[in-house]
């Protein structure tokens, strides 16, 4: 089965630093997009970054000069760096893949359990 794994949430001071990670694994043919989305207590989850097979990126703009989306093609991975954190970030920040599993003729989206970041002094 497929499944997507992440990594790195953690509690960290305003202007600190953190990178998560976000495995997939399992029978997979080829992935189109991974990226990040994140959820606030209370609000709606929203795109954070995303990129695609050929490493076109995405960033919602209060992200934008501060976080750094890569993958590791050949890993399944992806990787969300993120810089200068304000309590404005603390949410759930969930692993999302758009995949085609091996022997399927069409692309699903997956998502993994999220990892929680809390920015706080």
């Known amino acids: 089965q497929v499944q997507l794994v992440e990594s790195g949430g953690n509690l960290v001071q305003p202007g600190g630093s953190l990178r998560l990670s976000c495995a997939a694994s399992g029978s997979i043919a080829s992935i189109s997009i991974m990226g990040w989305y994140r959820q606030a207590p209370g609000k709606q989850r929203e795109l954070v970054a995303h990129?695609?097979?050929?490493?076109?990126?995405t960033y919602v703009d209060s992200v934008k000069g501060r976080f750094t989306i890569s993958r590791d093609g050949a890993k399944n991975t992806v990787f969300l760096q993120m810089n200068s954190l304000n309590p404005e970030d603390t949410a759930v920040y969930y692993c999302?893949?758009?995949?085609?599993?091996?022997?399927?003729?069409?692309?699903?989206?997956?998502w993994g359990q999220g990892t929680q970041v809390t920015v706080s002094s």
């Open positions: 990129i695609t097979s050929i490493n076109k990126t």
């Open positions: 999302y893949a758009r995949l085609r599993s091996s022997g399927s003729l069409s692309y699903t989206d997956y």
